[in-house]
């Protein structure tokens, strides 16, 4: 297994208060990605990462922002949660020969 | 419209038989993936085709580039089998690195 953690595993929060989760990778892959994976849905990319200060907009980027300061490390803020962003986040990375590597997940519950 | 499409969306199978999982896709793809998520919530790899046909234990993936179709397979099934299955596309839609999932294929293997 590729190490992956993300923090915290699982949060509550309030409608408004701003989060921020963590991936922490400890391959030194290049590419980053996080991900929201709620039912009825497959896993949509929110934004993903090329290098260190490197990101880009995934399909639902919209309430979400990034930042890769350090290559083993990428940060997903919401800057005010709303309801509609209770999910499951996976953090992943994509190494040799595309395979790609999810991290264990957060549920987040914004009440 | 998903750009991935998995059928079928639940799948109960006994013991020992055969059991088969399509995805079609609706885009320009540089590889396909077949991902299984646990009851746990853990996602991990099992292939990464961009053509042909690959095998790993009893789980055998075929793609066909021209028809937009894959299938995994998993011969002489088992309850530990029980998982979701998720295809997953790296499209050449976008200049990043955009990958695209289907909703998944809920498997139940009854002992």
């Known amino acids: 297994d590729a190490g992956i953690t993300q923090s915290p595993r699982h949060k509550v929060t309030e409608t408004g208060t701003p989060v921020t989760l963590r991936c922490h990778q400890t391959e030194n892959h290049r590419y980053m990605y996080w991900y929201r994976q709620d039912p009825g849905h497959g896993l949509r990319l929110i934004h993903y990462s090329y290098g260190v200060k490197d990101t880009d907009k995934g399909e639902v980027s919209d309430g979400y922002s990034v930042s890769r300061s350090k290559t083993e490390d990428f940060l997903l803020t919401l800057e005010s949660a709303t309801s509609s962003q209770t999910s499951v986040y996976f953090c992943a990375t994509r190494g040799g020969l595309e395979t790609q590597y999810f991290g264990p997940g957060t549920r987040l519950l914004v009440l | 419209k998903n750009e991935v499409e998995q059928s079928p969306q639940n799948l109960t199978a006994q013991e020992g038989e055969f059991i088969t999982i399509n995805c079609s896709y609706s885009v320009g793809i540089s590889a396909l993936h077949w991902l299984q998520q646990h009851p746990g919530g853990g996602i991990v790899s099992l292939f990464m085709l961009s053509s042909g046909k690959k095998k790993h234990g009893r789980l055998i993936a075929t793609i066909n580039i021209q028809e937009k179709h894959s299938s995994l397979h998993i011969t002489a099934s088992h309850p530990r089998d029980s998982a979701v299955y998720i295809c997953?596309?790296?499209?050449?839609?976008?200049?990043?690195?955009?990958?695209?999932f289907g909703t998944g294929t809920s498997l139940t293997v009854i002992p």
């Open positions: 997953a596309v790296r499209s050449t839609k976008h200049t990043g690195n955009q990958f695209y």
